[in-house]
Every structure is written in C-alpha cells, then in structure tokens.
C-alpha cells in the first residue's frame, strides 16, 4: 500500500503486543495516519516491555519436604527435599543448566515432633472479624478508598440480609507463655481449624418507637408556657438502620394572663459537697502590719465554708473594665491558694486528732521520740506549703507572717488542753478505781466486771474493722433566673433559708490483707482418672466499707489441686461387684390371657433373672462375679457414687430347659412262650413278652419313661425253638412225575428273641415235620398255593373272644372229566386257626419317682470316686459325697391294678436303689452393713418429726441343697442423735452513742441555730456471734449471716421547743373478729412531759385507736385437677428385688386432687386454716388397666399335606380382642386375623396299604360243559388298611392309599383246559437297571404248576418288556423341606427351641416315595435335620418405683407443685408390653399466701423549705404484702406481722433503699426524664425465623422543657441497650382506617397489636389521601378510590361525554320479601314510585338485590353478558333433552352368548378387599 506521501507501509514482521498481532490488511487513506501512530507507540511498547517478560528458560524447582528425621525430639530434626532442573515447557533438564547460584536448599532444620508434645502445643483461634460481604470480598476490592469495616446497607425491599464471609487467624502456640510455633507441630495432632466461616449481613433495622402520648398540662398556669408529649424507643436502630428520631414534641400554651408582675427568680439549693472533717475555727489575733484595703476587703469577702463561692457573671447592663478583670483574676488566685493552704492544714490536724484518740484508747502517753516525729512532719508541711507558694507581693507576705505566727499559738493552745486533758483522765481513772474498791468486796463480782470492761472494750468504736469518723458536708445555694442563669442571693426574697450543713459519716473502702499461703490440697492421693481436689486460701480484712465505699473484693478462693510429690500414694480404687443371678423365672413373660397363669407348674424355655450391683472397694483380688462364689466374705458396700464406669446390668434373659419327655415305640409282637429264667427251667411257669423301645434321650434318664415290657403268663415255655425258613418244593411220592408227595422244611434254631443260635439248643424241641404236598396230574384240579395267614383277629383270648386267622386258595383249573382228582368244594378253599390262644392277662412292672437323694454313711466321702475336678464345670453343680436314692416298684395288671409281685416275671423287674451324687451345701452369704447413713440436718425450722438413719447389707448368695439360711433381717434403722446447735452466726448490735451535731463553727452563721440542739448522726458497734453467743469474726457472719446492720442512724437532739415522743407500740390483740377496737400508744420523754405545747392532744396523740378487723372467708377451689395417683404398696416385690411383671398394680382407682385456696373479705390469699380445709379435694378416678391382646387357643394340628413323604401340617389362632390401654401388642397378622405355625410332617408310604381278598371262582364266559374251561373273568375285593405292626387292621378310606399301588379287582384271562400246561400267577418285574435307556429290559417270571399232557406244551414262562424312563423305570433322590418355624416345648413362652425338615424320597417323575427306594441305593444323607433356634422373648417394660415426692416447686402461692418420677429399668422386648408414657406425676401443693416485702411508689420529689427547685429527696416505704405467687399478681398489702418471719428484703435485695436524692427542675429548665422501663426482649428476626443475632432491649430518656426561650439549651435525649434473653419476634405491618371524605389514617402496627412509629418499610406505604378533580359535588356521589366520583349504593351514574358525573339516577329495585316481612304477599316495583321514601337502609343486603345492568359510564355490565351466555345454553340443552325423550328407541338384539354371559357375570362371586384390622 502506497500512503499518502509517497512512502509505502510494508515489509518487516508484524508488530506484537503482549501476544496481540497487527495483520497487514488494506484500510482507508483516512485511517493511514492512526495507524502509523498505533505502529510506532506498538513498537516502542513492545521495546520497553522485552526485558521486563523475558523469562529464563530453565529454572530450579523442588518437591515437598519429607518427614522430619533425627533421633530426639524437639528442633533438633533435619529434613530433606529434591531440587532439580526444568525448562520452562516442564522437562527435566541438567543442573549446569541452571544457575548454581540460585539453587534452593535441598535440606533444612525441623521441629520432630513427638507424642508427649500434644500438651505442650495447642491451636490459638483468634476471634470473628466483621462480617465481609460476598459480593465485596469476590469484587477484588475494588474502590481502595472505601470503608471495609461498615457492611454496606442492601438496597430495596431486603428480606434476610446479605450473605458475608468472616475471617479469623489460627496459629499453632506454646500453650506455656504462648510463643508463636511452626503449624507443622500442631498438624501433626490436629488438622488446623477452619479460617473462614459463612456469616449473614442482616438488613437494617431502623429504629423504632411508640405513639406521642397526651400532651401534658401548660408548665405555667399564667403567661406562655410549653406542653410536651413524648414517646419511648421500642427498639434501637441495627445494623446501620435509620437514627431514632426525636422523643419529645413542644408547643406553647397560654392558659391567660398573669395578675401581677411574674417572678424571674427562683432558690435553688445544690447538691451535697463531699463529707470533711470538722477542723477548728481559729481565733482571730490581731496582727501589727498594715493590710491594705483592697486585701481587707478581698478576705472579709471569703465564705466561712471550706467550699468557695460559684463565680457570678455580670448582670445585664453592667460591664467589667480591664483593670476590674485584673483586679478579680488576682483574687481568684489568692482564693485558690489559701484553699489548698487551709486543706493542707486540715490534714495535718486530722493525722494529729487521729493520733491523739489512739494514744488515748491505749492509755499511753506519746514519747519524745513521738513528739520529733511530729514536729517533723510540721515541718515537711511547711516545707511543702513553701516549695508550692507562689511569689507573692509585700502585702502578701506580711499576711503569711501574721498566720504564721496565729499558728504556732494554736499549736501551744492545743498541746497544753491535750495535757490537762490526760490528766482529767487519769484522776477519773483512780477515782473509778477507788469507787469499785470501797464498793465491791466479792471476787466473782469484780470477775464479771472485768469480762464486761473486756467485752465493751472490743466492741469499742474504732477498735474494730471500721472506722467511724463522723464529719459534715455543705451544700450550695443559688438563685436562678428563669433563663437558666445564675444571679445573686439577693434577688430571691426567701424568709427561711434552708439548712446547707449536715453531719456525714467519712468514706471508707473496703481493705484487706494480701492472700495467704494455698492450704493443703482437699485429696491425697492420686487418681489419674478420678475427680481433682480442691485447695483454697483466704485474707482478712482490715477495713469494713463505710459510707458507700468500695466493696469487700472475695475473701476466699478454690482451684482445683493434684497432689504432687513422690510420697503421694495412689487413691483407692472402687469397683462394681454383683450378686448371684436370681432364679430364671418364666411366668413374669406370660400374658395376661394365657392359660398357664393358674398353674405354672412345670414352665420352661426363655424368662428373666436379675441381680443386684453394689459398690465395694477394690482389691488385688479377681472380682468374684467371674465363677462361683466361694468364699463367705464380701467386702462392704459403699456409697454407689464412688464407682465409676458404667454398672452392670441387673437384668438378663436366661433359659430354663424344657424337659425332654420320654418316648417310646410301637410294642412289638408278642414273643414265644419262655422261661423267665432259661438258666433255670424248673418251674413249669413261662411268659410271652412283648417290648418298646426309648427312642430318644429324655430329660433325667429312662426313670420317667414308662414300662418296656409287658409279659403273660403261658404254659409249656421253651427258651429255643425250631424256625421254618422256607418248604422245598413238592416231590411226588415213588418218584412219579405227579401225584401227592412231600416239602421238606428248612429250619433254624432261634431263641425267644428270634435270634438265630447253635441247632444243639434245640435238641429238646420238636423238629417241624416234611408236609404233605401234591403235584397234579394234566387232568386233575390244579389249585393255587396257600395265601399267608391273616392277622391275628384278636391280641389274646378271653370267656368271650377268640384269636382267629384265615388263609385262603382258589382253583386254577378244573378237573378232566372222571379222569383226575376232582376240585374241592369251596369250603375246602378256606382254612382257619386259632391264634394268640393266651389269656388276656398281662402284667408289667410299674415304677414310682426315684427318691431324694440321701447320704450314703457306708461309703466315706473320700471314697466317692465320682467326685473330681472337673466338678460343678460347665454348668454342673460340685458334688461333695455319694449318696443312695431309692423308688418303689409294683406288679401290675393292666386294667386291674397291682397285683402280688410273683405274676411278673423277676427276672425284668427293674432296680429300687441307685447311687447318686450328693451336691455341695451352699450356705447364704450376705455381705458386711454399709455404713449408716448420715442424719439429714436438722437445722431447717419447721423439722418436727424425728429423722432416721439406717443401713442394710445384700444378699450375694442364696442357701442351697440344705445350707444355711440367710438372716431375716437385712435393714437395720434407728433414730439421730440430738444434734448439737446449728451452726449459725448472727450481727450482735450494741447501743447507739450519743449523737453527734454539725460543729458549731459551720454551723454559727446559720439564723436559728443553736449550739447543743438539731439534726446530727449517731453510731453504734456491730459484733458477729455464734447462735450460742460466742464472739467470733466478722468474715463468718459477713459469709454466712444476714446483712451487717447499719452502723450510723440520723439523730435529733431535741431543741428547747421540740417535744419528744416514743416511737408507737403496736396495737392490741383482738378478743374476736368484728368485736371491740384494738389501741396503740405512746408517751412523751423527759422535758417533754412538762411542756404546755407537748402536751397538747391534739398536735401531739398519745394513743390510736380502730375497730378490730371483721374478717369473713371463703374457700374455692383453684387450679386443674392433678394426674389420677394410685395409694402406695401397690407393687409386690420378688426376691432379691426381682419386681414382678405383669403383677405390677399400675391401674385400678386412685385419686387425683385440687387445691383450695382461702380467701378474705377483701379477695387477699391466707392460711387454707381459716377456712377450715386442709388445702385439698379429693375425687376418686380410674387408671385403665392395660389390656393385652387377646388371641385363640392353638387349633388342632391339621392333618398331613401328604399321605406318602413328607408335607406340612398347620395349626392357627386367631385375634379375640385387640390390644389397649397399653397392652402387648399383637403378633404380626395375615388378612384375616390369624396367625399360623407350620411344621413339616413326614408320612409313612407303608403307612396305609391296599389289601386284596382272593380271587373268586372263574366266571367263564364261553362254557365248555365238558371241559369247564376257556376264557372266563376273575375278581377280588381291594381295601385300603391301616397297617400295624400286627398287619393290616382297619379299612380306611380309599383315597390314603397310593392309586398307582391299587391291585386289580377283575382279571380276564383263559382258564386251562385239561391237559393244558397250568402257570403260577406273574411274579413281580424285575428292577431295571439304571441309568435308564430304551436299550435295557425288565422281565417277571411264572412256574409252571401242572405239566400238560397230549404232547401240548406251557406257554413261556417269562415275560419281557423295555424299561422307559418314568414309565417303568425310575430314578430316586432326596428332596431337602423347608425350615419349619421354630418349635417351643408346650411349656415354654419363648426362648430355644428346634427348626425342623424333613428328607423327602422323590421319584423321578416327582412322585413322594418311601425312603427305603432312596436308602436302598446307598445315597449320601449330607443335610442336618434339626437346628437351633431362639425365639425373641415378650420382655414387658420395666418400670422403678415412683421416687418419693418432691418439695413444692413454689414455697407459696397458687402454682406450687408436687412431682415424683419413675424412670424405664427395661425397655421392652419382642411383643412385651410398652413402656407407659407417663414417666412423672404431679399433685397440687397446700396453697399458702405468698407474703413479700415490697416497696411504694417514690413520692414526689421535693426540695428542702425554702428552696424551689435544686437537689430534693423522694421517700418510699416499704410493706408486707400478700399475693398468690402468680407472675404479674399485684398483691394487697397487709400487717407488718405477717412478714415478721421473712428476712427483710425486696425482690432478694437486702440493701433496702428508702430514701434517695432527686432534681427538682427550676422554672425554665430544659432536663431529660427519668429512664423508662426496659421493653420487650425483641429478636432478629425475618418473616417470624430468628436470625441467631441475639435479642436486645432498650430504655430511653425523653426532653422536656418548661420555657419556650430555652429550648436550645436543651441536652441531648438519651437512650441505651442491652442484651436479653426469651426473646420474641415481632412483624411490622401498614394498617389502614376507613377513608374519611378524601382521606384515612395509615399506621404501622407491630405484631402484638401496639400501633408504632417505624419499623414498617416506607416503599409499602399505603395511600392516605385521595381526591377527585373536580371535586364530586353532585348529590348521592362520592370520589372512589381510583380518584373518580361514582355514585352511592342503589344508585346508577350517568355520564357526560366528556367521562364525568353528570348524575346519580335511583335505579329499579326488586324488592323480594323474606320470612318475617308483613307484606310478604304484596310485590311492588320502586321504580313505579320514585318519589316514595325508601324503607330500608344500604345495610339491608339481606333483603333487596339491586339489579344495575349498566356501568358508570353507560355500558353494559359484565354480568349482563353472563346472563346472556348461560339462558342460551340452557335453551339449547332443553331443546335437545326433548329431542332425545321423544325419539323412538331401537329393538334390542338377543343373542344367546350374550345372555350367557350375563348369566355368569351374575352367578361370579364377590370377592372383597380386606385390610387385615378386623374389630372383632
């Protein structure tokens, strides 16, 4: 580009800045100039900024510090960290790389810290600095000159506040001298506090204040004057809120003019000046040197008070000349010299007068070295007074000469009366002494009169902690023009002038010793975990406060102290210790409707035990709660308190096993008739036994099971007899093929228990003989094989019954013609015997309870072999020696009773006598008394009764198997000693001295005064006494005693007109209420009683008198009815403090109470006695007794699921009632109420058998005469048995036996024609082979019976078919139940019981088999039947007893309360009872009055006579009064002798203040209000949630002003805070008036209903005036609230076209009568007659709509359109209902599905939802 010049801009690279690049891009010619501009300050930028950014390429960097190593604690650790180099990019690089001089250190010292440095280094947190806002800390701070400290206000409508941040500074310190320390060592323990906190800027709460109050009279009742209203402040302004505005309001008043000239002046008297000692006047000496006038004039002007005169300023109109201003600066300046000279002299004196009292109590005269010593100090005043006197002229010397000299004659003066006044001393001293000689001879009476001088001596005044110096004190007098400026004297015309002296007591504060030495620490020893002792030290005092002085600091303090040193041994330690458990008891868990309450015989499973805990000193022993108690020495329980730790428990749930009931088998068959004996078979006597079996392990061995053996007796016994195994087959006779023949027996030699034994024994026994067979023949009867013999019908045979068995055969084929042997007949076919031919007879042995176990003395206890260490381990109890227990045994005859022992066999009868272990006694052990308890102090009044003390000791182990019993006395109680006097100190007050006057020389110059009458101060001495009168110090009554007494009163020394009086006596008592008059008197006192004026009755009564009060009272009850309380001993106790649940008597009728209060005449509170009551009523009231729930009796079980392998079988109860009043809650529910258990059940598969009888006679269907032979059917009767160990016995129903095991009942099958080959029946299919496949077969076979003939041939005598799997084959496993729910014993409540399953066989196509399929095949049993388990046991709650009851809450008063407590010692468990939720109870206390000492109202304050205004006096008094204790209960005020026995104090202030200076303003001041009450506690608060900024109060002191000239010098108002507590929150809100015209009052109202100034936000203001322009001046109109004028109600607006008001028009009213109305049948139109007066006022609305269809400006109203819309809907809707009734309805079409349908919908049954909480 070519610029402009001719040059051209280009080449070269772009110009940078800071990273910018400047493209070279074609731009305007009008741009080339900025541009080059923008270049050249680029580059020069660029230039200057190169050296400044140039960084290094490669720079060291280093890693963190490692851990501080080295080998002792503390600074002398090292650690280290790696340094290498890097380039700038972040890759590591060589270290020449880097320059070696700025290589950081790789190592470096440290601080190791150790554990023990923990309590040598802590983290000092410094506090919360302000508040920072967020927005101004995250701004970068931005505007430096701004203000950090003040948060800035949140603009607009703030809610909450602004949300800040606050910082503070945390640093790990030395916590010795707290030396700033590395953060690393406080870290190491602690991580570092947080620095910054989320803080809230709240919004601004401006200040907020009360309504003006009335304005107040017209300060002057002539001429102008002021009327103030003021108003208090409620709440401060906060955080930055707007200032309070003013509290104060003025304007004039002129309530007319004044008659006379108004006075300008008024006296005023000051306050009084500070309390001096009075100091000698000097006399006057007249000095020879000449004073000049204006020096004479100057002192003759000086005040005789010490205090100088108020400088007056120049009255108008005059003017001071500069030689006037010097001449009175001058005298100032001599004024104030001789002040501070004459204040000097006045303590000189006072040392010198204090000096002389001592020397004169001690009786000593001062010495010379006394003397020196004084004139000293004379001499470094005067030196003193030298060194600070200022140069003075000649006049003024020659004046200090001449007092100079006027001095040392004083001093003269005054040493020589100290002389003669030592001597006056010393001759009254002798001559008391000479007096007391000569008067008393006896020795014990002078004895009594020392002790008396001894006594009066130490209560002397000044020789005690005070020092009683009485002085005076002066006050000024002014007078006051009405502006407020001073004037002289002169200008107030007073005739008396009020006294300006007074006598004073001097100040003096409070003074006491240094602190003494630290006394011993409180604890011994040392306990590292235990409580610190305490070590205290004290000082005395020296000096008691006088006269307002400072307090008395602490004269005792405490700290906690551990001894130190190596002797100190280490504290005893305590430790807890139990006692044994108590029997585990079961029915303390039962409900209230189980069955088992009546007899809890036999309870077992889960149930409660408990112990009790005591504290003992520990030993080196181990605690003896670890095993057994063994030993008969327990240490003594002390004091719970001293053990620390948690204490064990006292209860626990325990298991009492169930016993385990014996059972038995099944009886077996009887057996062969025996010999009792076989040893022994001389007795032709023999027995058939039949036995059972224990199955299980029973609870105390087999002696609980009944009999095993039952035996009858028989004839011919045998021990050994011959057994058919098996018969061979029949071989016919002659070695034929057919025909009859023989089975030879195959036998073994069995006992009587069918044992197989040697064949010798049986040699005496019969063999079994061959029987007899026959084989047939092709063409004889071919007939079955026997079936086995039936069950025996009978177990044995009696008169009556017979043992019978059958068996049974059938023919397989007829005979050939006459050929063969013929077929029997058919009752050839039936054979029967006789069977169990014994008697019905038996016998067994029946055995009794095995005995107690009694000392066997045969065998010595060292002998007893059964004894070892490992007795009593693991449960079992130690056994000491071996004794014998014995039962009895009896032979009886089943169903008749015991017989002789000979009809049962001897040789199975059981044993009589067994050994046993005998278990060790255990005797009761108790431990040693505690300590008795200590006597409660009996100091407190009002302890009539005689207070107790007792102890008791515990029992730690119950007797057993015969030991000692415990004692029966386990408490033991007694009455206190008579205690000795309280210890208690009292203020002893002695008498008053005489009163002491101002001095004369303040006084002289005062018009009136004389020199020994007036106004002065007395005082006395105060002694602290033990109650028994011992003299003791002052600190212990000033720590333990009431308030010191008042050492000084005002004092009156009458004058000679003055008459004195006694103070009043008190009135006389009363005979009886409202009858006669009760009188006080009093008396006058010396002169008195002889002067005229004194004994004038009238001024000056002797006596009073009034009527005796007529007190009437009435009692009425006050306050709510207390909780219902149950009498006492309602609970029953267990043993070893074992409370009884369920027993507990926590319901039934009490009582519950309400307090009476007493009542006088006059509505005051008395004693509940005068109304003749005992301060209760009593109403009797019920506490419902806790209903448990209330459930069925268990079901009978259910039958099992299954009829082969193993189900379930169920059992269920069902809700009765449910639970209340806090009752044991209901177990968990189903829908119906109920609830099951469910057990597996397992169900023998052999259990129920089918039984099929023989096959009947052939049935041939195609007969064949001759042959009797062909097809033909056969058929048997099939029933389902119980099948018994004898065999089948009872049919049952069909469906218990397996279907699929059913035998046919019919066969059709060909019968064998003669000759035919005869098979046997099919014998049962073989078992396949497993696993099965289709490759394998199974087979039956068949034999034949009879051989054919003819050459014919037996058909196959084996039959095959293939096995498929589940149709013929099968496969077997186990199946595994589920759980059953746990089973308790039936005695048990809860606890341990057994979860049960079962072992299921299960084919493979899912059917239940009988376990012998499985077992057969040798399968694995891996899975555990049975398995413990607990259930949760119904623990009730556990509740102590009620503490007894508490003091009153109030000790007067309406409100007072009783409470006692109980507390939960076991919260409840499982379905236990719940807790009650009433863990305290309260009655009402006897009401009594609440009497107080309270003050009166200040009285008006008021100045001395003669003054105006100044300093005055307010007086209160102070009353006894009567309330009912109620908070805000103003009382009534009653007879001083009511409060006779409270302390004297108000509101717990015993400094009583009844009198105090006040200001009495001056016509024309301006001075601020007394301070008002505090207000509300108020809190910060947004929308009602407390901000947690605290609560504040506040008091205020309004202005007010008397002269409107004056009100600017008026002071400041005044205000204060202060922190509170129970604070409120208060909202503000705008609150509006009913508009007036064009306008309403608007207030803001705080939320408790006070109307305030602030506090509500200006930007919601409403509106409190309105106008209409123009103004709405046509009748029956008014201005709205949107500024137009609308017309009253009943009235229409007709508008102009311009939008105004041109009328109101009445519009058309229907007027709708209502009930009550008369003319209720008469309906008219208003508008017809617009001019009749209308009847009913705007209110009426309930009478009269007004319809007014327009609007104001003509327009149809809104409603109109409504109306308009809703009568054509309606139309439309009723033309189209019409059209619907009317239209002609179509045929239904009938259809046959449909109907069906219908059908079942209606025959469906209901099904209802159920939520499972039936009310039964």
Known sequence: MRLAGGAVWGGGAPCRRGGSVFRRVPLPTPLLMLMLMLMMLCVGTSRAQTPANTKPIYVWQTGQWGRCMGSECGPGGSQSRAVWCAHAEGWTTLHTNCPPAERPDNRQSCFRVCDWHKELYDWQLGAWNQCVPVSQRSGGGGGGGSDRGVPPRPDGDCQRGEEGIQTREVQCVHTADGAPAQDDICEYFEPKPRLEQACLIPCPRDCVVSRFSAWTDCSKTCGTGLQNRVRTILAPPL???????????????????????????????????????????????????????????????????????????????????????????????????????KERKERLKERRARKERKQREEGKEAGEEEKKEEEKKEEEERKELAQERPREDGRARLDRQARKQQRRRERQKEREMKMKERERERGMKEKERERERGRVKDPETRELIKKKRTRNRQNRQGAKLWDLQVGYQLRELMCVHKNGNTAALSHCHQETLPVTYQACVMRRDCEVTEWGEWAACSKSCYDPNGPKGQRTRSRRLTQLPVAGGADCPLLEETEDCTPQGDAVQTCIAYNWKVTEWSECRVDVLLSQQDRRRGNQTGLCGGGVQNREVYCVLSSNDPPSNLGPIRTKEASRPVDSALCLGVAPNTTQLCQLPCPVECQVSAWSAWGPCTYENCSDQTTKKGFKLRKRRIVNEPTGGTGSCPHLTEAIPCDEPSCFDWLVLKLEACIPDNQRQCGPGTQVPQVQCVNSDGEFVDGQLCRDAILPMPALCEVPCPKDCVLSPWTLWSPCSHTCSGKNTEGRQMRARSILAYNAGEGGVQCPNSSALQESRSCNEHPCTVYHWQTGAWGQCIEDTSVPPGNASLIGPGAGVGGAEPSCSVGMQTRKVICVRVNVGQVPPKKCPESIRPETVRPCLLPCKRDCIVTPYTDWTPCPATCQTGLKQKRKQSRKRIIIQLPANGGQDCPEVLTQERDCETPSTCPGYRWKTHKWRRCQLVPWSVRQDTPGALESCGPGLQARAVSCRKQDGGLVDVELCLKHATPMPALTQACQLPCQDDCQLTHWSKFSTCAADCVGVRTRKRALVGKSKKREQCKNTQLHPLSETQYCPCNKYSAQPVGNWSDCILPEGGRLEGQLGMRVQGDIKECGQGYRYQAMACYDQDARLVETARCNSHGYIEEACIIPCPSDCKLS?????????????????????????????????????????????????????????????????????????????????????????????????????????????????????????????????????????????????????????????????????????????????????????????????ERAVCGSGIKTRMLDCVRSDGKSVDLKFCEELGLEKRWQMNVSCVVECPVNCQMSDWSPWSECTHSCGLAGKLWRRRWVLQVSQGDGR???????????????????????????????????????????????????????????????????????????????????????????????????????????????????????????????????????????????????????????????????????????????????????????????????????????????????????????????????????????????????????????????????????????????????????????????????????????????????????????????????????????????????????
């Open 239 to 341: 955080f930055g809120g707007s200032a309070c505005p003013n509290l104060t309001e003025f304007r004039t008043c002129q309530p007319g003019p004044c008659e006379g000239e108004e006075s300008l002046y008024s006296l005023k008297v000051g306050p009084w000046g500070a309390c001096s000692v009075p100091v000698p006047v000097p006399v006057p000496v007249p000095v020879p040197v000449p004073v000049p006038a204006s020096l004479r004039q100057a002192r003759h002007a000086e005040p005789a008070e010490p205090q100088s005169e108020p400088e007056t300023e120049p009255e108008e109109g005059q003017s001071e000349t500069a030689p006037g201003r010097k001449k009175n600066r001058k005298e100032r300046k001599h004024r104030r010299e001789r002040k501070n000279r």
């Open 1193 to 1385: 009796e268990w079901s009978n079980w259910s039958r099992c699921s299954k009829s082969c392998g193993s189900g379930v079988k169920v059992r269920s109860k069902w809700l009765r009632e449910k639970p209340y009043n806090g009752g044991r809650p209901c177990p968990k529910l189903d829908h119906v109420n109920q609830v099951y258990e469910v057990v597996p059940c397992l169900s023998d598969c052999g259990q129920y058998v089918w039984v099929a009888e023989p096959w009947s006679v052939w049935k041939v269907s195609s007969v064949d005469l001759k042959e009797n032979c062909g097809e033909g059917v056969q058929t048997r009767k099939v029933r389902c048995m119980l099948n018994t160990i004898d065999g089948p016995a009872d049919p049952v129903e069909d469906y218990l036996c397996d279907p699929e095991d059913m035998p046919l009942g019919a066969r059709e099958s060909r019968l064998p024609c003669p000759e035919d080959c005869v098979l046997s029946d099919w014998g049962s299919w073989s078992r396949c082979p497993l696993p099965c496949s289709g490759n394998t077969t199974r087979e039956r076979t068949a034999y034949p019976i009879r051989q054919p003939g003819g050459g014919k041939q037996c058909p196959p005598t084996t039959e095959k078919e293939p096995c498929a799997l589940n149709g013929n084959c099968f496969t077997y496993s186990y199946n595994i139940t589920d759980w059953s729910t746990c089973q308790l014993s």
């Open 1474 to 1816: 719940p807790c009650p939720p009433q863990l305290e109870q309260w009655k009402p206390c006897p009401v009594k009055p609440c009497h107080s000492w309270r003050y009166s109202s200040w009285s008006q304050c008021s100045t001395v006579q003669g003054a105006r205004c100044g300093e005055g006096v307010r007086f209160r008094n102070v009353s006894c009064f009567v309330s009912d204790g109620s908070a805000g209960a103003a009382g009534s005020m009653v007879d001083e002798e009511l409060c006779e026995d409270l302390e004297l104090a108000v509101d717990g202030d015993k400094n009583i203040i009844l009198q105090e200076t006040c200001a009495v303003p001056c016509p024309g001041e301006c001075y601020l209000m007394e301070w008002t009450a505090w207000s509300r506690c108020q809190l910060s608060c947004a929308r009602g949630v407390d901000l947690g900024m605290g609560a504040v109060q506040v008091r205020s002191r309004a202005v007010l002003a008397q002269e409107p000239e004056n009100l600017l010098q008026c002071p400041d108002q005044d205000w204060e805070a202060r922190p509170c507590t129970e604070g409120q929150c208060y909202e503000y809100k705008w609150m509006t008036g009913p508009w007036r015209g064009s306008s309403r009052q608007v207030w803001c109202q705080r939320s408790d209903g006070l109307n305030v100034t602030g506090g509500c936000p200006s930007t919601s203001e409403p509106v409190s005036d309105r106008s209409c322009v123009p103004a709405c001046d046509k009748p029956r109109s008014y201005c709205t609230e949107a500024g137009i004028c609308g017309c009253e109600e009943g009235y229409t607006e007709v508008m102009t076209s311009d939008g105004l008001l041109d009328q109101c028009t009445l519009i058309p009213v229907l007027e709708i009568p209502t009930a009550g109305d008369s003319k209720a049948d008469v309906k008219t139109i208003r508008a017809l007659s617009p001019t009749l007066p209308t009847s009913n006022k705007p209110a009426r609305a309930g009478r009269t709509w007004f319809l007014q269809p327009f609007g104001p400006d003509g327009t149809l109203k809104t409603w109109v359109y409504g109306v308009a819309a809703g009568a054509f809907v309606l139309m439309v809707f009723i033309v189209s209902m019409t059209y619907l009734a009317c239209k002609k309805p179509k045929k239904p079409q009938r259809r046959h599905h449909l109907h069906h349908h219908h059908q079942n919908n209606r025959l469906k049954p209901l099904t209802l939802a159920y939520d499972g909480d039936a009310d039964m």
